[in-house]
């Protein structure tokens, strides 16, 4: 019987699946695939997790419940909904805790360093439907339904990580191409080494500090130009080559992937200074942020 039901296979499911496992707790992954880490106390389990009946049977018996699914990009208006909510069903039928891996669309537009304190305002549907979730979640805890918390995340680096920066810069840096990318590449941004997520995400599960309330990961505060030049430099590749996609570029790109014209909704986190205060997970958990040389050597190819 597990221990713990994480749902989702990608970098933060599968250090979170790792980090319990190394402790000697067993550790159960769904995913429509039934792929995940390979290790002996850890199970994958082939599951639509937007069955909550079936969730609910794979979780009895669980102390917790991890939510880190995510669907596709451009459809989570539609995709996260039933999911979220199957989810959230199938934890409190297994009487099982519920984390969630979160992010920070959900505040909208902020001036100044983000707190957990800040209002769920967001303006665009993906924000939204990222605050509606945790309001349905929250409701849930407050009624005495199921225990629930939180994780709200900055953008991923590391491995693993699927991001702007890993996919848009990281792969051209390392092999010596010019780096064109959705985002001002000079301005202050808040990121999230995936094992820094996954340790959250331990973190609050085991203390009863946590449920009721988000919290943010640890954050490493850089620009998308410093990340690249550290990441050449450990590399011993050439100074990065970086380029500012424009408005017209990406809307052109939209016609033939929706990826791209779902950027827009975050040119206030992309395109202006994005300062994310983590103090409170530090403080009440002692979980703090890796050095940033230490993630991004996670990423260097082997000599």
């Given at each position: 019987?597990?221990?713990?039901?994480?749902?989702?296979?990608?970098?933060?499911?599968?250090?979170?699946?790792?980090?319990?496992?190394?402790?000697?707790?067993?550790?159960?992954?769904?995913?429509?695939?039934?792929?995940?880490?390979?290790h002996p106390?850890i199970?994958?389990?082939?599951?639509?997790?937007?069955?909550?009946?079936?969730?609910?049977?794979?979780?009895?018996?669980?102390?917790?419940?991890?939510?880190?699914?995510?669907?596709?990009?451009?459809?989570w208006?539609?995709?996260?909904?039933?999911?979220?909510?199957?989810i959230?069903?199938?934890?409190?039928?297994?009487?099982?805790?519920?984390?969630?891996?979160?992010?920070?669309?959900?505040?909208?537009?902020?001036?100044?360093?983000?707190?957990?304190?800040?209002?769920?305002?967001?303006?665009?549907?993906?924000?939204?439907?990222?605050?509606?979730?945790?309001?349905?979640?929250?409701?849930?805890?407050?009624?005495?339904?199921?225990?629930?918390?939180?994780?709200?995340?900055?953008?991923?680096?590391?491995?693993?990580?699927?991001?702007?920066?890993?996919?848009?810069?990281?792969?051209n840096?390392?092999?010596?191409?010019?780096?064109?990318?959705?985002?001002?590449?000079?301005?202050?941004?808040?990121?999230?080494?995936?094992?820094?997520?996954?340790?959250?995400?331990?973190?609050?599960?085991?203390?009863?500090?946590?449920?009721?309330?988000?919290?943010?990961?640890?954050?490493?505060?850089?620009?998308?130009?410093?990340?690249?030049?550290?990441?050449?430099?450990?590399?011993?590749?050439?100074?990065p080559?970086?380029?500012?996609?424009?408005?017209?570029?990406?809307?052109?790109?939209?016609?033939?992937?929706?990826?791209?014209?779902?950027?827009?909704?975050?040119?206030?986190?992309?395109?202006?200074?994005?300062?994310?205060?983590?103090?409170?997970?530090?403080?009440?958990?002692?979980?703090?942020?890796?050095?940033?040389?230490?993630?991004?050597?996670?990423?260097?190819?082997?000599?």
């Open positions: 019987m597990p221990q713990h039901v994480i749902i989702g296979r990608g970098g933060t499911a599968s250090a979170t699946a790792l980090l319990l496992a190394d402790r000697g707790e067993q550790v159960r992954v769904v995913s429509r695939s039934g792929t995940g880490p390979d106390n199970e994958r389990v082939a599951l639509d997790a937007t069955d909550a009946t079936a969730l609910a049977a794979v979780a009895r018996g669980a102390a917790t419940v991890f939510n880190t699914a995510m669907p596709a990009y451009h459809t208006p539609e995709a996260v909904p039933p999911l979220f909510g199957a959230l069903s199938a934890a409190e039928q297994a009487n099982a805790d519920l984390v969630m891996l979160g992010n920070l669309y959900g505040y909208g537009p902020v001036d100044g360093p983000l707190t957990e304190d800040a209002p769920l305002a967001a303006t665009g549907p993906k924000g939204a439907v990222r605050a509606r979730m945790w309001r349905e979640a929250e409701a849930a805890h407050r009624a005495g339904r199921v225990r629930v918390t939180e994780v709200r995340a900055g953008q991923f680096l590391g491995a693993g990580a699927v991001s702007v920066f890993s996919l848009m810069v990281q792969s840096v390392l092999s010596g191409r010019l780096a064109l990318v959705p985002q001002a590449v000079e301005l202050p941004h808040s990121y999230t080494a995936i094992t820094d997520a996954a340790a959250a995400l331990v973190a609050v599960a085991g203390d009863d500090r946590a449920w009721g309330r988000a919290w943010h990961a640890p954050i490493i505060t850089s620009t998308v130009r410093e990340l690249a030049t550290r990441l050449a430099a450990l590399a011993s590749v050439e100074p080559s970086l380029e500012v996609m424009t408005d017209r570029e990406l809307t052109l790109l939209g016609l033939g992937d929706p990826f791209w014209i779902e950027v827009f909704e975050t040119y206030h986190m992309s395109h202006r200074t994005f300062l994310v205060d983590d103090s409170a997970l530090r403080d009440t958990f002692g979980v703090g942020a890796t050095d940033l040389d230490d993630v991004l050597k996670t990423v260097v190819p082997a000599a």
